[in-house]
């Protein structure tokens, strides 16, 4: 008699890895350049600039245009008091902590909240890692960790990593073959986002070896 239930089973037989996907380049928003007499993207450098004012703190990230260099300063803190600035912020901020710095740059609500147009930019960089596998697979599951937000498209990102097709990866989905956790309207086709994770079912198809594969990294040719 058979004690483990569908589930357990199911686990028993996935091949769980994780990918985690970091974008290349920050949005970049579009403002008018004085020197360049006409709307530019500028690209944040990663550096921050302070200016302390008794116990009010202003703090920027610097943005050059992207054809002249020219500097913007986007606002972070204005005249804030220090005492209300949390101490590991404060610490980013006075040793110019460039990852801070980044983490920033990747913050489109706030850039939205500067200008309405914002060049984004989907190409990541993935590394993967295997966390767990038995014999004789029949699962394949990828977890997502995004730890920067990421504007590129899950199919797109599976197609490209899997190097199958975006249309049968909506086959699949149709099939039932394919899941998305959470699950959510047209999951698909919304940008990749931290903690979720894809289900597929690869047990029947023909090139289940070459999804493996695919999904841990290895090279498929
Ligand atoms: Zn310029």
Redesign the pocket.
């Given at each position: 008699m058979n004690f483990l239930s569908e589930d357990q089973d199911d686990m028993q037989n996935t091949l769980t890895v994780r990918w985690t996907v970091i974008p290349v380049h920050a949005p970049q928003p579009v403002l008018a350049?004085s020197?360049?007499a006409s709307p530019?993207p500028f690209r944040s450098s990663d550096r921050l600039r302070l200016n302390a004012n008794g116990k009010k703190l202003d703090a920027w990230l610097i943005y050059k245009?992207t054809?002249?260099?020219?500097t913007w300063n986007r606002p972070l803190f204005e005249r804030r008091n220090i005492r209300e600035i949390d101490p590991a912020t404060l610490q980013a901020l006075q040793s110019s902590d460039a990852q801070w710095a980044r983490r920033h740059a990747f913050d489109l609500d706030a850039l939205r909240r500067k200008t309405s147009r914002i060049e984004v930019f989907p190409e990541c960089v993935v590394e993967k890692t295997m966390l767990g596998a038995c014999a004789g697979e029949g699962n394949l599951e990828i977890v997502f960790s995004v730890p920067l937000p990421s504007q590129l498209r899950l199919d797109r990102l599976l197609a490209s990593e899997l190097a199958i097709s975006r249309s049968r990866l909506q086959t699949l989905d149709v099939a039932g073959a394919l899941h998305v956790q959470p699950t959510s309207k047209d999951a698909l086709r919304r940008p990749v986002s931290h903690g979720s994770a894809v289900h597929i079912a690869v047990e029947t198809l023909p090139d289940r070896d070459a999804l493996m594969l695919a999904a841990c990294g290895a090279n498929t040719g």
């Open positions: 350049c020197t360049c530019r245009c054809q002249c260099d020219k």
